[in-house]
């Protein structure tokens, strides 16, 4: 059978069932834990260190049903070095978030940087039992994978305009979707920020709530299209919460949805359990 995974970073559950989405709800739908192997200490939008749910760790626990544990971990929280010398000793000797940063000298001695993707798993993946797969935008997979242009910007008015190029950038993906659609695929898995961008930057304003009504309807026009023969599975890394002491910034928090367009008894009870199901599937 067919397999299309919608990757909604950071939709939570509880705004899902307060506004009553039916599409994201689908025909089963439930949240999973988020185990703490997934965990990262992170630059919270307030300057203050925060733990939570890391995404490019979570999304890897997803799409290899095993946790990243000991050396990926740690590669996953960084970008490695392209000389395989230089990044072994980076790995050895500067754990731990924070230390890359005086790693600058490295930079201008002319050694190059690279996020880590599929070529650094040793364990496969649920595009590996595919026969043909598309990943779009991965994270921690897809070559050049990034979390998205705010990085590092932090400004205040820069906010709207941030907010307005994940709406737009949510309309680019949805075309490059519809471009592969037509073709022969057998799983297809598209990564969209926007949920998380909104929770993160517009927690409890208007334009999250916009957010949330675009991906419902998003997925109620994917289901129309996909039909019945094709397993609809949308899914999240974490959930969403307002950032203690803010207004309208949020973080990640340890429940993270999901819903499939069918009725079934499975439940999944950790981002883990997905990996598994998704072979079967593909099989069947
Ligand atoms: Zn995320």
Not at 228 to 237: E, G, I, P, T
Request: aromatic share 14%; with cysteine; hydrophobic share 40%.
């Amino acid at each position: 059978m067919r397999v299309f995974v919608l990757a909604l970073d950071g939709c939570e559950v509880g705004f899902v069932e307060r506004w009553r989405l039916r599409g994201l709800m689908q025909r089963t739908y439930g949240s999973v834990q988020v185990p703490g192997e997934c965990f990262a200490r992170i630059l919270g939008r307030d300057g203050r260190i925060i733990h939570e749910p890391y995404t490019p760790m979570v999304w890897y626990a997803f799409i290899t049903g095993t946790l990243p544990k000991g050396r990926i971990g740690r590669l996953l929280r960084r970008r490695r070095w392209t000389n395989p010398v230089v990044d072994k000793l980076v790995d050895v000797f500067a754990r731990g978030w924070g230390l890359e940063r005086r790693f600058g000298i490295l930079r201008r001695m002319g050694f190059k940087r690279r996020v880590v993707d599929r070529r650094d798993y040793g364990v496969p993946t649920i595009f590996d039992h595919a026969r043909k797969p598309h990943a779009i935008d991965v994270p921690a997979y897809s070559p050049m994978w990034n979390l998205g242009i705010y990085e590092g910007e932090f400004g205040f008015d820069k906010i709207p305009n941030v907010i307005r190029q994940a709406f737009k950038r949510f309309e680019d993906k949805k075309r490059r979707v519809a471009e592969i659609l037509g073709s022969d695929w057998d799983l297809i898995m598209v990564w969209t920020k926007l949920l998380d961008i909104v929770g993160e930057l517009a927690f409890g304003l208007p334009e999250m709530y916009r957010a949330y009504r675009a991906a419902d309807a998003y997925v109620q026009e994917l289901s129309r299209e996909l039909g019945d023969d094709c397993v609809l599975l949308v899914v999240s890394d974490h959930g969403m919460k307002r950032l203690e002491g803010t207004r309208s910034f949020g973080m990640h928090t340890d429940r993270a949805f999901w819903s499939l367009n069918f009725e079934t008894d499975w439940r999944p009870k950790s981002v883990t359990d997905f990996y598994g199901k998704i072979v079967e599937w593909l099989r069947s």
